[in-house]
Structure formats: C-alpha cells, structure tokens
C-alpha cells in the first residue's frame, strides 16, 4: 500500500476515534437564515452543489451581514437559484490571534463539529524558506478560536508530522520539526547556482528531477485532500513552498504528464471542497532579464492551483505572516451557498461563478465542481 493512502487512512482514523463533546464553553459558531446548505448529494437527475464562498473587501477583511440577494451563481455562464444560503462566522468577542488557550480548546472536536480544519505542509523548502514558513505557520496556530489542524512535510513523498488535532502545543512542536527536514527547492531563490543545486539534489539530472518531483507532490496533495474531504466547515490546505514545478522547456509547457495530475489534483479538491491557500516561502526572487522566467515560473502553479479551489496566493516578498492572518480570517467568517444542477458531472467538470452585488469585494470560491469517475486515482503513483 502506498505511504500516502495510508496517511490518508491514519487521519480519518484519528478524526473518527475523537471522542463526542461539547463545543468549548465560550465558543459559538452563529449561523444566519433558517436553512442549512448540506453536502453535496448526487444522483441520476439532480445534483446539490455546496460552495463556500468569502467575500473580502477593499481592506481585505471579511464582509459580514449579506443576504442571499447580493449573490449570484452561475454554472457554465447559465444563472442558478440558490437552494439554501447561510452565514458563517465565528463571534468577535472571541475571534484574533492569541498566544495561549486553555485545555477547554485542547480537547478533541469529533469531524462532525463545523471547526475549520487546516493541513500545514512544508513542501521541498530551502533555509531561509523554512525560516519564514515556520513564523507564518505558527501564526495560524496560535489563532483564539478552534482550528483543527496537522503538519504534513513533502520531501520525495508525504510525511506525517502530526496527525489532525486541536492540541495547540503540540502544533507548535510539530511545525518547528517540520522546519528542521531539509528540502530540495527546483528553483533558487536568490543569486546563486540554480543548475548545481537541481543536479545536486538528483543526480538523475534535472529532467527526471522535474518530473518526479510532480508526481510525488501531487500525490501526497491529494492524499491530504481526500483525508480533509469528510470534515464540516471550512477546510484548506496551507501549502509551503518555494514553487510548483510544473513547466520544462519552453516556459508555459509540460513536458510530460504533470499537467493531467496537476488539474486532477484540483478537480479533486473541488470536488472536495478544500481551499488552497498556497505560499511562495522563496522571499524575493531574481529577475532575469530575458523572459522573467525564473521569477514567474515557480508561483504560477501555486497561484493557479489556490485560485481554481477558492483560495489565495501569496509570495514572500512582504513576508508571509500578513498573508496567514487574511487567511485566518477566511476561516472565521465564510458564506455557504447552495443551487441545484441537473448536470451529469461524473468524470467532468463543470465551471462556477459567482458573484457578489458589493463594489470592490473580492470573491474567493472554487471555480469548477465535478466528480471523478469510480475507481480513478487522481494523484497516484504509478
């Protein structure tokens, strides 16, 4: 059995073996309107779609108090009513970042509790790159209200730091570990021998480090995502990286399979409903002088693949903790939407819009729903 299906099981049995319990004192989670968006259900002649929806404004916080009428969805460009709408936020009095919580927080939150749940994962970092992931990562930890999170690190194929848990101390440790296992970054981030260090890393040479670089990370990607998809309430994938490596050759192509695992890897996710919120931990970048290639190949995958799950890009050149804490944000206060499709999406994929009747807001949601065929694999390795 391959590592990542293992993990994949080790974390769904940590979540089901929690035990039952009540929301901690303090802690309420208020949802607005009468109704209550479900997951998504699908049959031979009527698909209910789930989206969760943040709506950001100019000042790039939440936008609370909007009613189902300032929304509009649109599936392949076509208009859907909405089936359900609901507004989800944690209270204020509670919400912001704080060092310390007390052991009414530790306890474990069964997968059945809405509590946002977040997969940390350091993947291929350098140094200074591990440095700067490891304060933004423990910027999101030490958030006041309940985050269910674990700390995953890809080095050649995934690695379970620390399962899913509220345990905040126990976060910390895990992300500091996490920081410690050297990587192997594609792309060098500052001056300095790109060529030697890929050759370095795999004496294969580069073309075949490219390659299986891609196949490894979306795999344990996707593992991660299929651990996340039976959680409620938000879940997202804070990924640590210094690029995705998906281009060879000429810039803006694939040179081999990648791409269908790429976008397999964000089918899923949407499917999954699972955000990414991906983070260019390689700080400032040399430019080169011809094409710019060295600068925008490594953050276009990671903003492709944060923008089409509904999540958010950031590079380091301003540091990344500003970045944690909008995404923090996202997970305090979202919006549940609902609309009914007739579509037959097995094995597709169909693309989603939706829009907000808000000057300025800026909307983050997956841009696709779908549902794999039975049986397939989307991130395996052969």
């Not at 099981?9 to 209550?36: W, Y």
């Not at 997951?39 to 404004?57: E, S």
Request: charged residues 25%; positive net charge; glycine residues 8%.
């Amino acid at each position: 059995m391959r590592c990542e299906a293992v993990l994949a099981a080790a974390l769904v049995a940590s979540a089901a073996a929690e035990p039952a319990m009540r929301r901690p004192a303090g802690v309420a989670f208020i949802h607005r309107h009468p109704f209550r968006a479900t997951q998504p259900t699908f049959n031979a002649k009527v698909t209910r779609i789930v989206l969760d929806v943040v709506v950001r404004g100019r000042d790039h916080k939440p936008i609370p108090d909007l009613e189902a009428k300032d929304f509009e969805v649109l599936e392949d460009g076509r208009a859907r009513p909405l089936s359900s709408f609901e507004e989800v936020r944690m209270p204020a009095s509670i919400a912001g970042p704080r060092t310390n919580v007390g052991p009414e927080l530790q306890a474990g939150v069964p997968a059945s509790v809405d509590v946002p749940t977040v997969a940390v994962i350091f993947e291929e970092l350098g140094p200074e790159a591990r440095r700067l992931a490891r304060q933004a990562a423990v910027s999101l930890v030490n958030g006041a209200s309940p985050i269910r999170a674990g700390v995953f690190v890809l080095r050649n194929g995934l690695e379970q730091v620390h399962p899913l848990t509220l345990d905040r101390d126990a976060l910390r440790r895990a992300i500091d570990a996490a920081a410690e296992r050297p990587g192997c970054p594609v792309f060098e981030s500052h001056l300095g021998h790109r060529q030697a260090q890929m050759t370095a890393c795999s004496p294969a040479g580069e073309s075949q480090m490219h390659r299986q670089r891609g196949v490894n990370t979306f795999a344990g990607l996707t593992a991660v995502v299929d651990a996340l998809a039976g959680f409620r309430g938000r879940k997202s994938v804070a990924l640590f990286s210094e690029g995705l490596d998906l281009t060879s050759g000429a810039r803006g192509q694939f040179g081999d399979d990648r791409r269908s695992r790429f976008e397999a890897l964000i089918a899923r996710a949407s499917e999954a409903n699972v955000a990414f919120y991906t983070f260019d931990a390689a700080g400032l970048r040399l430019h080169t002088t011809a094409t710019g290639q060295l600068m925008e190949e490594p953050r276009a995958g990671l903003s492709l693949l944060a923008r089409e799950t509904g999540g958010a890009f950031a590079d380091g050149s301003n540091g990344l903790r500003p970045a944690v804490a909008r995404m923090w944000a996202d997970m305090q206060h979202y919006y549940l939407l609902s609309f009914d499709s007739d579509r037959d999406v097995t094995g597709s994929s169909v693309r989603v819009r939706v829009r907000v009747k808000v000057r300025g807001a800026t909307v983050l949601v997956r841009d696709r729903y779908g549902r794999a065929p039975a049986g397939a694999q989307p991130g395996s390795v052969p």
